[in-house]
Antibody, heavy 121, light 107 residues
Framework: EVQLVESGGGLVKPGGSLRLSCAAS????????MNWVRQAPGKGLEWVSS????????YYADSVKGRFTISRDNAKNSLYLQMNSLRAEDTAVYYC??????????????WGQGTTVTVSS | DIQMTQSPSTLSASVGDRVTITCRAS??????LAWYQQKPGKAPKLLIY???SLESGVPSRFSGSGSGTEFTLTISSLQPDDFATYYC?????????FGPGTKVDIK
């Protein structure tokens, strides 16, 4: 069974840092691009970042560029999001999600359950 | 960035109703559009990709259509399990963007 499990969320003060992890199982992790998507309380979905299978291509939303860093360790079947200089507006549930692969298939077909990040003093 | 809009923002319907949700893109995205369903406290679930392709395991009462800038998600006969919020997402260009969502609730 394909599974994504996020961890690392918690309460952090403004200006602080946090590292999220996403553990993948049930598929060949190293073959697929991965994404982070977040959802602020009571709000809609916001794409945060994408990373290709070999980490050659990385993209960020403008709202996190320069503060967040996406990375992956294919040997450990894991995806990461290093979040620095956190702001109150970064408070959200963060989901990792995978793409199915193939030309033009940049939608997200499998999602984790999410991990909650709260930025507050 | 490509802006996505959805209408209506809320839709009240009854079991058995035919429901249509519209999604518009600020510029052409060809057919690079996905639809997701989300229930409270749960992760989004993929329903439709490439505007009209039904994801495996998704009931056939869900269908998608459109291309360019205008798209629709149709539920042919609303079931109790379908009361949820629906989001469209363009994946034609980075940054990927989602619509604001359409909440389908019980009339």
């Amino acid at each position: 069974e394909v599974q994504l499990v996020e961890s690392g969320g918690g309460l952090v003060k403004p200006g602080g840092s946090l590292r999220l992890s996403c553990a993948a199982s049930g598929f060949t992790f190293s073959s697929y691009s991965m994404n982070w998507v977040r959802q602020a309380p009571g709000k809609g979905l916001e794409w945060v970042s994408s990373i290709s299978s070999s980490s050659s291509y990385i993209y960020y939303a403008d709202s996190v560029k320069g503060r967040f860093t996406i990375s992956r360790d294919n040997a450990k079947n894991s995806l990461y999001l290093q979040m620095n200089s956190l702001r109150a507006e970064d408070t959200a549930v963060y989901y990792c999600a995978t793409e199915p692969g193939g030309s033009g298939s940049y939608y997200m077909d499998v999602w984790g359950q999410g991990t909650t990040v709260t930025v507050s003093s | 960035d490509i802006q996505m809009t959805q209408s209506p923002s809320t839709l009240s319907a009854s079991v058995g109703d035919r429901v249509t949700i519209t999604c518009r893109a600020s510029q052409s995205i060809s057919s690079w559009l996905a639809w997701y369903q989300q229930k409270p406290g749960k992760a989004p679930k993929l329903l439709i990709y490439k505007a009209s392709s039904l994801e495996s395991g998704v009931p056939s009462r869900f269908s998608g259509s459109g291309s360019g800038t205008e798209f629709t998600l149709t539920i042919s006969s609303l079931q109790p399990d379908d009361f949820a919020t629906y989001y469209c997402q363009q994946y034609n260009t980075y940054p990927f963007t989602f619509g604001p969502g359409t909440k389908v609730d019980i009339k």
